[in-house]
């Protein structure tokens, strides 16, 4: 199956600098890459989402990069807010085949003010 | 909407007692799925449903059953619990097809002795 990996675990960012959290997958079929932040004592919430036939992806503050080749995805997050503390979890799956995601383990980031 | 809800928030049993975490969601969602979720470990899938009257096994389905009780309905049924699985259960739903995104509810956090 599908084996996700996400780097770093945690993360401490000044608030309005940048925070980057990458991840590695496994199976070279998967092509949707949602990424999800989990505020405390909530259930994660999809902020943003990446398919293979797209290299970048861009919403307001946030982007998802994607390398196919080298199967790695990354989420930027710019000018870091203090609303922006949450655990971010990367995942990935094989549409339409396969709509079962797998999940990298999380990342705690943590905005200073 | 409701979205996604569970029940209940919080529960303590001890060894071997039986308990079932209720699911709902209103959102027409034809996908409904059971994920256990440990520090340092993500989200692993334990049961899913892909339609009413179907089931089928995740990552990690031991220990567990799982019901469809129809369209709206999903629970996660723990027949003699052990302390390992002393977890956070999230209920997630979607539809499902090529751009479905998985709406997950607010959490059940288990705790047996």
């Known amino acids: 199956g599908e084996n996700v990996e996400q780097h770093p675990s945690t993360l401490s960012v000044q608030e309005g600098d940048s925070a980057v959290i990458k991840c590695t997958y496994s199976?070279?079929?998967?092509?949707?890459f949602p990424w999800y932040k989990q505020e405390l004592g909530k259930g994660p919430q999809l902020i943003i989402d990446i398919r293979s036939n797209v290299g970048e992806k861009k919403d307001q503050r946030i982007a998802v990069t994607l390398n196919k080749t080298a199967k790695h995805f990354s989420l930027h997050i710019t000018e870091t807010q203090p609303e922006d503390s949450a655990v971010y979890f990367c995942?990935?799956?094989?549409?339409?085949?396969?709509?079962?995601?797998?999940f990298g383990a999380g990342t705690t980031v943590t905005v200073r003010a | 909407n409701a979205g996604v809800t569970q029940t209940p928030k919080f529960q303590v049993l001890k060894t071997g007692q039986s308990m079932t975490l209720q699911c709902a969601q209103d959102?027409?969602?034809?996908?409904m799925y059971w994920y256990r979720q440990d520090p340092g470990m993500g989200l692993r899938l334990i049961y899913y449903?892909?339609?009413?009257?179907?089931?089928d096994k995740g990552e990690v389905p031991n220990g567990y059953n799982v019901s469809r009780l129809n369209k709206r309905e999903f629970s996660l049924r723990l027949e003699s619990a052990a302390p390992s699985q002393t977890s956070v259960y999230f209920c997630?739903?979607?539809?499902?097809?090529?751009?479905?995104?998985?709406?997950f509810g607010p959490g059940t956090r288990l705790l047996v002795l």
């Open positions: 449903s892909a339609s009413e009257g179907t089931t």
């Open positions: 995942a990935a799956s094989r549409r339409p085949n396969d709509y079962k995601l797998s």
């Open positions: 199976d070279s079929a998967s092509n949707y």
């Open positions: 959102m027409n969602h034809n996908s």
């Open positions: 997630a739903s979607s539809f499902t097809g090529e751009r479905e995104t998985q709406y």
